[in-house]
């Protein structure tokens, strides 16, 4: 019994039956390097630096955007799991639906984040449309590439409060489909790859914008990365 424990625990571990890509996409969406090593999460840094994608975004929104904010869900998720860690030590009981819920909201706010700055591309080298195997399935399931920008424009207008809009992949029906995701983890489709994220939280554009979440929708589009977003397609589909 203990034997299979170990074993069970082992392969949750080592993600044992994982292709390489599949191991190396987990460890990127967490944010790591080396799942056996990292205990916590670490905020990546930018691909690109603060100003670069300008006049769609100011340099001093996508600075406090990026060290504050993002660095804010890094903090208040590994808060929270010294704080289960500690409790288990100490015997202690805690409130574990309000843990995990907070638990989840900021996990989930690392992992958006994480996903969102890649898929942004300096100004000049972003926007357009989406090309091979992606542009293809965008344009099959919506109809063509314009079909598809107003049905995301509108998932990334309308969602209610704080949220995101994102293209996710489903490998059971192999369509994109739209996720609109309220916070950071409600209306999500369990493992669903993200292909695309696109931040709609009034931190994301409040400086460069005031209330106008619209006007920023609009510039995602041109410094969207569809590159990036398509490499993350091919990895999936391998
Ligand atoms: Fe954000």
């Given at each position: 019994m203990r034997r299979q424990l170990l074993l069970l625990h082992h392969s949750h571990i080592s993600l044992?039956?994982?292709t390489a890509d599949c191991k190396q996409s987990f460890k990127e969406q967490l944010g790591v390097t080396t799942l056996e090593k990292s205990k916590f999460y670490v905020k990546p840094k930018l691909p690109?630096?603060?100003?670069?994608?300008?006049?769609?975004?100011?340099k001093e929104q996508l600075r406090i955007h990026h060290e504050k904010h993002h660095q804010g869900y890094v903090n208040g998720a590994n808060a929270i799991l010294e704080k289960l860690e500690r409790a288990r030590k100490d015997g202690d009981d805690l409130d574990i639906k309000s843990t995990l819920k907070a638990l989840s909201f900021n996990i989930g706010g690392h992992i958006l984040h994480s996903l969102f700055w890649p898929n942004l591309a300096p100004s000049g080298k972003g926007g357009g449309e989406p090309h091979g195997v992606l542009g293809n399935a965008i344009a099959k399931e919506f109809g063509s590439f314009e079909g598809f920008k107003k049905e995301f424009s509108q998932a990334a207008a309308s969602v209610e409060g704080s949220g995101w809009a994102a293209l996710s992949f489903c490998r059971q029906t192999n369509r994109p489909i739209i996720m609109q995701i309220e916070?950071?983890?409600?209306n999500i489709y369990p493992t669903f790859r993200i292909l695309i994220v696109l931040d709609v939280w009034e931190h994301a554009y409040y400086l460069d914008y005031k209330n106008a979440r619209g006007r920023f929708v609009d510039a995602f589009w041109k410094i969207v990365n569809w590159d990036e977003a398509n490499k993350r397609l091919e990895k999936l589909l391998g």
């Open positions: 044992r039956g994982c690109y630096n603060y100003k670069d994608l300008e006049p769609y975004v100011s916070k950071h983890n409600t």
